[in-house]
T-cell receptor, first 115, second 113 residues
Framework: EAQVTQNPRYLITVTGKKLTVTCSQN?????MSWYRQDPGLGLRQIYY???????DKGDVPEGYKVSRKEKRNFPLILESPSPNQTSLYFC??????????????FGPGTRLTVL | GQQVMQIPQYQHVQEGEDFTTYCNSS?????IQWYKQRPGGHPVFLIQ?????EVKKQKRLTFQFGEAKKNSSLHITATQTTDVGTYFC?????????????FGKGTHLIIQP
């Protein structure tokens, strides 16, 4: 089944404790992206990746890192989480960012709480 | 940077009434996408519009892309309880090298039976 998976789905952590949220897709998509969703603010793009070893900042990249060593995986790293990073995070992928085949498939989401 | 504004933020309708959400970009878009997110779920792709003035229909849903490719709308005819959720537009800026996608803040559709 074609899908985007994220782990963990729920995470409660403390300020400053490094964490990684994994994202994997099995559709051989080139483009992958991370979003955070906050009430009243909608979906905001954190980072995106056009292909392996190619990543770019989105609208709210501060406090986050990403890597794209393999096509299928796009982990989101919070080196030193802070309470303002408490949010619902979505990973998404699409065949290509350009042209007609850029429908984004979203993962189920990761709800992160930083105390 | 690019801004995508979406109105209204909330819309309450009686079941059977029509619903429209509007999306406006501060810059010209290469394309615009629409997504639906059910409560507790993740966004699901509905459609993509690419051409100036384009109109597409999916059953009771009608999507339009403005002539200037800076605005779009989603209209639902005769809403049903299954239409409940948040509708997002998402635009990619035309030209330049950026491939980021900017989402509107969404319109929450609440349906009263």
């Amino acid at each position: 089944e074609a899908q985007v998976t994220q782990n963990p789905r729920y995470l409660i952590t403390v300020t400053g404790k490094k964490l990684t949220v994994t994202c994997s897709q099995n559709m051989n998509h080139e483009y992958m992206s991370w979003y955070r969703q906050d009430p009243g603010l909608g979906l905001r793009q954190i980072y995106y990746s056009m292909n392996v070893e190619v990543t770019d900042k989105g609208d709210v990249p501060e406090g986050y890192k990403v890597s794209r060593k393999e096509k299928r995986n796009f982990p989101l790293i919070l080196e030193s989480p802070s309470p303002n990073q408490t949010s619902l995070y979505f990973c998404a992928s699409s065949l290509s960012p350009r042209g007609h085949y850029n429908e984004q498939f979203f993962g189920p989401g990761t709800r992160l709480t930083v105390l | 940077g690019q801004q995508v504004m979406q109105i209204p933020q909330y819309q309450h309708v009686q079941e059977g009434e029509d619903f429209t959400t509007y999306c406006n970009s501060s810059t010209t878009l290469s394309n615009i996408q629409w997504y639906k997110q059910r409560p507790g779920g993740h966004p699901v792709f509905l459609i993509q519009l690419v051409k100036s003035g384009e109109v597409k229909k999916q059953k009771r849903l009608t999507f339009q892309f403005g002539e200037a490719k800076k605005n779009s709308s989603l209209h639902i005819t005769a809403t049903q309880t299954t239409d409940v959720g948040t509708y997002f537009c998402a635009g990619r800026e035309s030209g330049g090298g950026a491939d980021g996608l900017t989402f509107g803040k969404g319109t929450h559709l609440i349906i009263q039976p």
